[in-house]
DNA sequence: CCCGCATCTGACAACGTTGTCCAGGCTCTA
DNA sequence: TAGAGCCTGGACAACGTTGTCAGATGCGGG
């Protein structure tokens, strides 16, 4: 006897603690697997009475579909992926929120991972939602090389950057406007009077730093102020070192009289500094805060629209998936100046 | 002629855009398709050269592993889902983000959604991560009735519920000392001298919410303090109503002198209302706010660590997932008093 | 009474991966 | 030099679903 039959050993698979499947309501509904699978997909063909025979055996076992099996047969997964560099920033919860509403509406689920403003990391998560095989990709990028997408963009993974711009491979992207953000933000330094104004940014290896930089350097310019190197300070924003840089130019030989800070972060270590100051230092800032108005004075902000950059890329993204053949596009979206008092101090030698 | 061969036709399904599969590498390489899974899984047995074949076959194709099919086989998806109200809400970011970290750590990724506080959506929400066989499920309740998650919970789904209970199940859950939290608030007040305190917080329905009106409750009566109706007021945190709430309670026949404030949406308008008061008026808040130390008087609040609850749970569901038969248990994080002086200002009648 | 048509149902293969098992070639020893 | 044992590689089935297609059933008309 070369060949016993055998059939119900080798276990070899997992079933999934067990789960019951389409055969199981089929075998319960006494129908054929086809059937079953007809009437969770709310296909034509079934008559009522076998509908409800099947709908019943569903309930009785409890049964789900499992979408991992439907995305193998169906190509398609119904996700999309978002990496952000971090989900606790107050800047990109509601990109986050505006970019799910929108993958709802297309009945899609949103995965996110953060890269923790490290470049490694933003490939591996990228890389990571490539194999899932989510339908496309939103990326807030840590790098500035991401050339290792290509081959994801070439299979049909539709791709849109957010808040900075790709490096090395043409993409869609969404932007705001860095540069003319700031530029406004200091000229409305300069208008009340300031001369000495000092800048405290982000790393510029970070697209949106050296942008907001180039907006305050030409704005001093503009208003034919040379820029003394010790106004300028980027690197890190962890509070010690924003600290540092502030104390120098408020303390230097030709010390400043207003600072323009580049983000949300530098703002508020630089917003404890100022408040520690004998004379008054006049503030604006890039990025809105909760509560910038209740502060004394209030904060003037160089505001971007959070929400607005996450639903337009999603949107652009949904339109890619749409077929639609779009040549890469670059959408920069406008920042409003708030003022609220603190851009308005005159200048206090 | 019966049964012609055919072979290459029926185009049913879709090939994911044309990427290369495992058969793909194996045939350039001109190994078998297991030698391939071998390689890519990292599995012994490879001689270096056929590896080293197989690898450069990868390189050249732009192959990457379709997970949908790895995880179709092997029954775990290495991800997780986690239900929350708003991303965009500042107490949420963090938690999100700690929960990815725990997530990250056992190589898991993080779906999310959030269920706007909507029952039905929290439902559909946590459903739909079932059906994509999430491993677990961090939930934050917005209904109160879980019973959905039954048979979810019995096919092997690990959950855990953070921030609010459960519902009708009985699941682990993490939530912060909301009782105690209110009561050492309110009674903080009360030793500053106040006895006609209010009580602006959010929906009744809501766990938290409730609970915090009970510590206020019980902070009053330890005080031996009769609690007027018109001192307390729950609904909706929209600007408009609490708004309304805090106006009428500061001006009723007998204002209170003092507000306690149940999460940090109420308290930013809250803080608002009062900076237009002629007389100072004390407040506690629940939930820390950036900057809140900054503004005039600091905000003196109960916080609660958001990160700390979505650690906790995250731990909580991968060790349910590492196999540990655990019982349902009940975990309560202590919430921290910070004198900022909004809450030491005396009682102004 | 039988045929053709429309309607409903089910068998089967395929999606891309991994687990099992066996075949063949090699080395090492007696 | 033959045999035992190890190492490498590959054929095959299975995971749970959906697309294709053909079979079954029922009905009306010729």
Redesign the pocket.
Known sequence: MPETPR?A????????GN?P???D??ARA?????????V??G?????P???RRVQEAIEALG????????V????RTASIGLVLEDLADPFYGPLSRAVEEVARAHGALLINGSSAEDPDREQELALALCARRVDGLVIIPAGDDHRYLEPEIKAGVATVFVDRPAGGIDADCVLSDNFGGARQGVAHLVAHGHRRIGFIGDMPRIHTASERLRGYRTAMEDAGIAVEDAWMSLGATDPARVRRAAEEMLSGPSPVTAVFTGNNRVTVTVIRVLAEQSRPVALVAFDDLELADLLQPGVTVVAQDAAALGRTAADRLFRQLDGALLLPERIELPTRLIARGSGELPPAD
Chains 1, 2 share one sequence.
């Open positions: 059939r050993d080798r276990p070899s698979a997992p079933r999934y789960r499947t389409m055969k309501v089929a006494g129908v054929g697997l086809k059937t079953v699978s007809r969770v997909n296909e034509p063909g079934v008559t009475e076998t509908e049964f789900r579909r499992n979408d991992s099996a439907r193998l047969r169906k190509g």
